[in-house]
Structures are given as C-alpha cells and as structure tokens.
C-alpha cells in the first residue's frame, strides 16, 4: 500500500475488470459504495482485506486509503457519495448485506452519473435509507502486525488447506500455542479458528470465481467435506457454493 493517489472526488461509474486485475491505492474526499454485479471483488487496506460476492457490497469512508482486485471476470459499479450523506457512520471500510432492492438501486444509480433529475435524486434518497437499513456482515481478512501471528498466518495464506492445530504451527514459528491464542484476539480481534475460517471462505470465492468445482474448492480449502463447506458458506453469504456460482 506504499502508492497512494489522491482522487478528491469518488467516481460513480460501471467498469469492467478482468480475472486478477488492480486498482491500486488511493484515496478520495467522499464516501464510495463499491459493487460486483458479477465476480468477486477484494477491497485492501493496511488493515486487512474486505471480500464481496454478489450478495455483498463495500462501503469505503472517506479518506480511507484502498485498493481493489477482481476475481473472476467482475464488472465492478462504483457509486460515490459526499461526506454530507453518511448512512453509516463507520470510519473504516464495512461489508454489507445486498438485497435485490438495493442491488437494482445500486445498477441504477452508477448507470448514467451525470443524471441529476428529481427522479434520479429520489433513488439516491431510498438508496442511503437501505443502506442504513442493511446488515453488516463480518467478511474481513485482517492482517496481522505481530511477528508471531503473521509468521502462522503466512503459512496459512501459502496453504489455506494446512490442517495443522495452533500449537503445531507455533513449533513450526517458534511460540507457544498460549501466546499465539491470545496474540490473535488482541492483534486481529478474532480467534485463530475464526481467522482461518475466514481465510478459507476468502480463498474459496477465489476459485469459485475461477470456475473450479465445488468438490474441488472444498479439498483446496481445507474442508473435510463438500457438506461441511456448503453448510460453511451458507452461514457466510446467504447461499450455497453452486447458488453462487450461478449469480
């Protein structure tokens, strides 16, 4: 995240990326909505990573220097918004629930942006009153600045099917699996099993958006069963691997 452009104002527009394709870092002076219409889109932050399918949308505040990536081919709806309408009132980048009337509210709105008509005002008004009204959803891939836990968590990240238990990651680092316990709810705010579960459902929207099969994302991603992945994502994102896939 060392570039960092500075773009004032945030751009409401549809744009079409391809299969591994960046934005790289900047920033703007207003809010932004970021959407995927198809694809699997992945905001960066020093933070951590934000993932949303279809069924999720990205709130960026103001300010918040970010990055995207595509996975799969994603046609990507931007939709920017001033710093005088702020639904959320959160100072980092937030996941939300996407449902079919803000989904179509959010197609409308970034087609045509220089549309200003009463009509297209009073959209916007109902757009802000959903997204206050839409469900925040925990799918964030924090990065960890512990030694310690970004040792465990590199060797996650090279292979999220590595089934190994915190203590036997901690020998491969050398720390205890006491200290990496406690470590990874201080630095990350969640436990390690959150964290890998985490990673895994990341890694798993990955290859569903490069069209492997569900069998074959579930064995990839560590999982012991394609049932058990199913049951995983559907608590996740509201739908099953295949549902997704097909949006």
Do not use: K
């Not at 527009?13 to 870092?25: D, F, N, W």
């Not at 960066?44 to 960026?60: C, D, K, S, Y």
């Not at 970010?66 to 959320?88: C, I, K, N, Q």
């Amino acid at each position: 995240m060392s570039e960092n452009r500075h773009q004032p104002q945030a751009p409401t527009r549809v744009q079409a990326m391809a299969p591994g394709e960046q934005i790289t870092a900047h920033h703007h002076d207003d809010h932004q909505i970021v959407y995927a219409g198809s694809g699997v889109l992945a905001v960066t932050t020093e933070a951590g990573t934000w993932v949303a399918p279809g069924t999720r949308a990205i709130w960026v505040p103001a300010g918040c220097v970010h990055a995207h990536r595509a996975h799969g081919a994603l046609e990507l709806h931007l939709l920017g918004l001033p710093t005088s309408a702020d639904p959320l009132s959160v100072d980092a980048p937030t996941v939300l629930n996407v449902s079919p009337l803000l989904r179509e509210l959010i197609l409308v709105c970034t087609r045509d942006p220089d549309d200003d008509s009463p009509e297209r005002r009073r959209l916007r008004a109902v757009l802000l009153d959903q997204l206050r009204a839409s469900p925040q959803q925990p799918v964030q891939l924090p990065t960890p600045s512990d030694p310690r836990v970004r040792a465990v968590c590199d060797l996650l990240l090279d292979d999220p099917a590595d089934s190994r238990t915190l203590a036997e990651l901690g020998r491969q680092v050398g720390a205890g699996d006491r200290t990496l316990s406690r470590r990874f709810r201080t630095d990350l705010g969640m436990t390690f099993p959150q964290w890998r579960t985490q990673l895994r459902l990341y890694h798993a929207l990955h290859l569903l958006a490069g069209d492997e099969p569900v069998t074959t994302v579930a064995h990839r991603c560590g999982w012991s069963s394609t049932s058990a992945f199913i049951d995983a994502f559907r608590r996740a994102f509201g739908e099953t691997p295949g549902a997704h896939r097909r949006h």
